[in-house]
């Protein structure tokens, strides 16, 4: 029974990197389509509008490639690339037969230094800056990977048992 569960953690840890992977390209990849030709150009706008319901992209706010922005701002790519980090460092911190979520404590301490740069930002402080806001992004996109993989693998588990799981719930 262990060793089917751990199988499939395995799968569903490696979908999850895989889906962390292809998001984090198609963010990078839009100033490599907007510099290629037409199709590509037109892809990029098509990126572009897929990611346009989750950040702002607001230019001034995003980093650069070839003078063409990121399709998210760099407080965004700094989660999702974070993400991708938390994820692929899972299984070295982690154990992959386990679907324990960590305490939510530490998910409010991840988020502090990007409530910090934010207010200061906001207020007049510091300057806006690219770095800082993708730096401070990169925290807490780590420490979400730690709750989202557990969390699918507690809902697969849910979805797939009818019985007492590890998290001390009956499943009917």
Known sequence: ???????????????????????????????FFRAGGSFLR???????YFFAPVCHQIAERSFHIMNYPLAVCARCSGIYLGFLFGAVSYPFIRKLDSAL?????ILGISV???????SLSRLGLIPTNRFLM???GLV?????????????????DILIKNEVNDYGRKTE
């Open 42 to 48: 037109k892809t990029a706008v098509f990126i572009m």
């Open 134 to 136: 993708g730096f401070s």
């Open 140 to 156: 807490p996109g780590a420490v979400i990977a730690f709750f989202v993989i557990p969390a699918v693998f507690q809902l697969v």
């Open 112 to 118: 502090i230094p990007m409530i910090f740069e934010t």
């Open 1 to 31: 029974m262990k060793a089917k569960r751990l199988f499939r953690y395995k799968n569903i840890y490696v979908f999850i990197v895989g889906f962390s992977i292809l998001w984090c390209f198609l963010f990078i990849s839009v100033p």
């Open 101 to 105: 979520l960590p305490p939510r404590w």
